[in-house]
Nanobody, 119 residues
Framework: QVQLVESGGGLVQAGGSLRLSCAAS????????MGWFRQAPGKDREFVAS???????YYADFVKGRFTISRDSTKNTVDLQMNSLKPEDTAVYYC?????????????WGQGTQVTVSS
């Protein structure tokens, strides 16, 4: 049974930082792309970042230069370091994994972790 468990969300002031972590279990994820999505109230879920390996990391334009995704394949974890946070980054952040090179349609989702950025 695949499980994705996120941690690290919380409340932070604008300009601050948070680090989200996701621990995956239930199978070997070496052939999977891992990533993060988010969903703000009243909005659709949107892609944030994904990583296949150190040389294959992708970011949504609105987080480039502020967020960094990293992955530890030995531990099946994926982290999202979020710096220079803005109120518009407020959302529930979801960890996701997809088999193959992309994460367009994830195979598995975490339960989500709330990130709130105050102005």
């Amino acid at each position: 049974q695949v499980q994705l468990v996120e941690s690290g969300g919380g409340l932070v002031q604008a300009g601050g930082s948070l680090r989200l972590s996701c621990a995956a279990s239930g199978r070997t994820f070496s052939s999977y792309t891992m990533g993060w999505f988010r969903q703000a109230p009243g909005k659709d879920r949107e892609f944030v970042a994904s990583i296949r390996s150190r040389t294959f990391a992708y970011y949504a334009d609105f987080v480039k230069g502020r967020f960094t995704i990293s992955r530890d394949s030995t531990k099946n974890t994926v982290d999202l370091q979020m710096n220079s946070l803005k109120p518009e980054d407020t959302a529930v952040y979801y960890c996701a994994v997809a088999q193959g090179l992309g994460i367009g349609v994830p195979d598995y989702w975490g339960q989500g972790t709330q990130v709130t950025v105050s102005s």
